[in-house]
């Protein structure tokens, strides 16, 4: 799942992985009802999935750029 093997970015790839150890990290502070850890789990999730925002907005950025490359190159 790293980047080059498929389009997601190693940054996309990294965040979704914090979001899955905050998920993880908030849902065993709900069980064991230690709501610090429960609070720290979703703080970091949250985190991760701003992360991945920011990423998604970059590639997209990114590839409008190369997109208006190309078309004035094309016209060259």
């Known amino acids: 799942l790293r980047a080059g093997g498929n389009n997601m970015s190693e940054k996309k790839y990294d965040a ?12 065993f502070g ?3 009802g230690d709501k610090e850890l ?14 991945e925002l920011v990423s998604d907005v970059k590639e ?3 590839g ?3 997109g208006v490359k190309k ?6």
């Open 16 to 27: 979704k992985l914090e979001q899955v150890k905050g998920n993880l990290k908030k849902g």
């Open 64 to 66: 409008a750029i190369e």
């Open 30 to 32: 709900k069980v064991t």
């Open 60 to 62: 997209s950025a990114e």
């Open 38 to 51: 429960e609070t720290e789990g979703l703080a970091e999730k949250t985190i991760a999935k701003g992360k």
């Open 71 to 76: 078309a004035l190159h094309k016209d060259n």
